[in-house]
């Protein structure tokens, strides 16, 4: 089985600009979560879907901020505009049981 | 509140070396789980191990083992006769119910470095 699949791996887009991530959950995984992880905060939770309906998204920084789940096999985190302070490496993960499995992440670097 | 605490920034041995990761947890639930996730220099997270609440027997893997006190909320994690593979940054994390979908609250992580 294929894991978490997250696109692209690597992002460089200038402030201002709107980033958008992507993430393929596993198959038969119910629920899909959005991480961000930076040196100084280490890894915390942006939003996390049960059956394609956001439930918690507190994490979520502020309003340039966005995720939306239009299906079981897809999720998009949006960010627009986005600024230097927004660069970090996000993860998406998705679990069926009882464990979170990650996909490789996406670094953004907002220059 | 909860919070997890891992308070070895960095480690660094010597193969062949047993080390042990530190983690110290906060919760007021009676139900909760506890997760070790490894992070390789690739940059995935790769699941280690899941424990609950209820269940203090010590887990052992090949050359990694657990062990889980509730008297002291501590759920650390040893690696016997450390290889250079084993050199990742390695995350202890809290969660109320997962069955429920709930987040994972992640401790900073402990980078361990392992040479030849």
């Known amino acids: 089985d294929a894991g978490v699949i997250q696109s692209p791996r690597h992002e460089v887009t200038e402030m201002g600009q709107e980033v958008t991530l992507r993430c393929k959950p596993i198959?038969?995984?119910?629920?899909l979560f959005w991480y961000r992880q930076t040196m100084m905060r280490g890894l915390e939770l942006l939003i996390y879907?049960?059956?394609?309906?956001?439930?918690?998204d507190s994490g979520m920084p502020e309003d340039r901020f966005s995720a939306k789940m239009p299906n079981a096999s897809f999720s998009t985190l949006k960010i627009q505009p986005s600024e230097p302070r927004d660069s970090a490496v996000y993860f998406c993960?998705?679990?069926?049981?009882?464990?979170?499995?990650f996909g490789p992440g996406t670094r953004l670097t907002v220059t | 509140a909860q919070k997890v605490t891992q308070a070895q920034t960095e480690i660094s041995v010597v193969e062949k070396e047993d080390v042990t990761l530190d983690c110290v947890y906060e919760t007021r639930d009676t139900t909760y789980y506890l997760f070790w996730y490894k992070q390789p220099p690739s940059g995935e997270l790769v699941f280690l191990i899941r424990r609950n609440s209820f269940d203090e027997q010590n887990e052992i893997s090949g050359r990694y083992s657990w062990n889980f006190q509730k008297s002291t909320s501590s759920f650390n994690f040893t690696i016997t006769a450390s290889q250079v593979v084993d050199s990742a940054v390695y995350f202890c994390?809290?969660?109320?119910?997962?069955?429920?979908?709930?987040?994972?609250?992640f401790g900073k992580g402990t980078t361990l470095s392992v040479s030849s």
């Open positions: 198959s038969g995984h119910d629920y």
């Open positions: 879907f049960n059956n394609n309906v956001p439930i918690d």
């Open positions: 993960a998705s679990q069926g049981g009882y464990e979170q499995y």
């Open positions: 994390a809290l969660s109320r119910r997962p069955q429920a979908g709930t987040a994972l609250i």
